[in-house]
């Protein structure tokens, strides 16, 4: 039971370097979610998918692009990271159905420096 | 944006007192799912409790129960008889029927044996 997997776990970044953070859901899924978790901050939306081929802009999405692969792999990419983008970023699916909980990966803790 | 505000940073409690963590939050629409979720330090997010807004009886699990009014668009969460494994990060999250998930900044809960 996979659930949620992300990939990588950690990464360092040097300011202006790229990088893709990659999802992917074995739950049949169709929504999918990429957060990131500031403190203080809490959860804040970047992008999601409510299904597969739609991609929509949540509360902060300047400075990253998404990408729905199939239903289930949902990329997050970082084209050119500043410092103000460290953080740890979470993806998370949920099924189609009104009030479906959402399935959380075990997050990627990234640093710009 | 359509905000969910918890307005307790941190919150503490004696093992087996209850304690009661705020949460309230904004929207326009008439329906719609409210969340407990649980994040411990292993930065896993499990679900804690969900609230339909057209249900009017709180939810209940086991020992967490809500206190939903939704006049007031307040949504609290109370755990009772609290244990050391409840310490963590707590946050509230609201879904809309735009299917987009917010989250607030969530309320550090200490378990003072």
């Known amino acids: 039971n996979a659930g949620v997997t992300q990939t990588p776990k950690f990464q360092v970044l040097k300011t202006g370097q790229s990088m893709t953070l990659q999802c992917a859901q074995d739950?049949?899924?169709?929504?999918m979610y990429w957060y990131r978790q500031d403190p203080g901050m809490g959860l804040r939306l970047i992008y999601y998918?409510?299904?597969?081929?739609?991609?929509d802009k949540g509360e902060v999405p300047n400075g990253y692009n998404v990408s729905r692969l199939n239903k289930r792999e949902f990329s997050l990419r970082l084209e050119s990271a500043a410092p103000s983008q460290t953080s740890v970023y979470f993806c998370?699916?949920?099924?189609?159905?009104?009030?479906?909980?959402?399935?959380f990966g075990q997050g990627t803790r990234l640093t710009v420096v | 944006a359509q905000t969910v505000t918890q307005s307790q940073p941190e919150m503490s409690v004696q093992e087996a007192e209850t304690v009661t963590l705020s949460c309230t939050y904004d929207?326009?629409?008439?329906?719609?799912?409210l969340f407990w979720y649980k994040q411990p330090p292993s930065r896993q997010m499990i679900l804690v409790i969900r609230q339909e807004a057209y249900k009017q009886q709180n939810a209940t699990e086991n020992r967490f129960s809500v206190n939903f009014q939704k006049a007031a668009k307040s949504f609290s969460l109370k755990i009772s008889d609290s244990q050391l494994g409840d310490a963590a990060m707590y946050f509230c999250a609201r879904c809309n029927t735009g299917n987009q998930f917010y989250f607030g900044t969530g309320t550090s809960l200490t378990v003072i044996p």
């Open positions: 998370a699916s949920r099924s189609m159905g009104w009030g479906t909980e959402a399935f």
């Open positions: 929207t326009s629409e008439s329906d719609y799912y």
């Open positions: 998918s409510a299904s597969e081929g739609t991609t």
């Open positions: 739950m049949n899924h169709n929504s």
